[in-house]
């Protein structure tokens, strides 16, 4: 593909400190069109006259959308570049790719637990869930370490407000009485919001989720997918029952 040929970033858009969302388009968005939520794609960026290596990140936008969106940690040289990225430059994007979330606006019950930027193929299908006004019950699980950390936190209260959907913030490295630092997580909060305080474990699980049946959706680091795979095996959920993603986390690519 040449630079004439490709996609164009119109906006870039910085979450928190750490991340950033990059929006691009152009004529070659025909065969996004039947993207689904949650497929992610492979972008290289046109810088110094030449094409970076591929990259791959979640679209994070909804497949009805007509911009595509990534979210993106700084995780190494080419993450940590994004932010000073300009609209109007090149974009080559390939996709899109996978099958996580397959078919979860089928299940009737989902159970979605993330961890950091791992949220972003959930953006994508709550993102969907509320154009399409659907009607399933989620139940969503975001680790982080501090509230700064949750950068969505406006848009998940929001969707709370249009669908069955319930979130339970997970803050590693905040102590219950310091919520009050950020006061969009103090208790003056939406009732379908709720806090716990360290790290996913089996008593969260018990305390938020109704049914072992439910459909369960993990995406986040590999140290972190263990430890809640665990967690979810003694609350009765067999770990091969669990939808897993980690694509997203690969903090050696440069």
């Known amino acids: 593909m040449s630079q004439d040929d490709a996609l164009i970033i119109v906006k870039v858009e ?3 400190d750490d991340t950033t969302s990059i929006y691009f388009t152009g004529p070659d ?11 992610y794609a492979a972008i290289r960026i046109y810088k110094d006259g030449g094409w970076s290596a591929p990259h791959p990140f979640t679209l994070s936008s ?5 911009t595509l969106r990534m979210t993106i940690k700084k995780s190494g040289e080419f993450t940590s570049s994004i932010p000073d990225i300009e609209p109007g430059t090149p974009i080559q994007c390939s996709g899109p790719y996978g099958q996580f979330c397959k078919d979860i606006a089928t299940s009737k019950e989902i159970v979605m637990i993330a961890g950091g930027v791992g949220i972003t193929p959930f953006l994508s299908v709550l993102r969907h869930f509320r154009e399409t006004v659907a009607d399933n019950q989620v139940t969503l699980f975001w680790a982080n370490k501090t509230p700064d950390d949750a950068f969505a936190a406006k848009e998940l209260e929001e969707f709370t407000r249009h669908l069955k959907l319930s979130v339970v913030h997970v803050f590693s490295r905040v102590a219950p009485a310091d919520q009050t630092e950020a006061p969009e997580f103090t208790d003056n909060r939406p ?10 474990n089996q008593a969260m699980f018990l305390r938020h989720i109704t049914s072992v049946n439910a459909s369960f959706y993990l995406c986040g680091p590999p140290a972190m997918q263990q430890t809640v795979l665990e967690e979810l095996s003694l609350y009765g959920v067999e770990p091969g029952k669990v939808d897993k993603e980690a694509f997203v986390f690969s903090p050696k690519t440069k």
Do not use: D, T, V
């Not at 909804?62 to 007509?66: F, I, L, Q, R, T």
């Open 62 to 66: 909804s497949p009805s959308e007509e």
């Open 191 to 200: 009732g379908k919001i709720s806090h716990e305080y360290g790290r996913l």
């Open 14 to 16: 910085k979450e928190n």
């Open 29 to 39: 968005m025909e065969r996004f069109k039947n993207r689904k939520p949650g497929q």
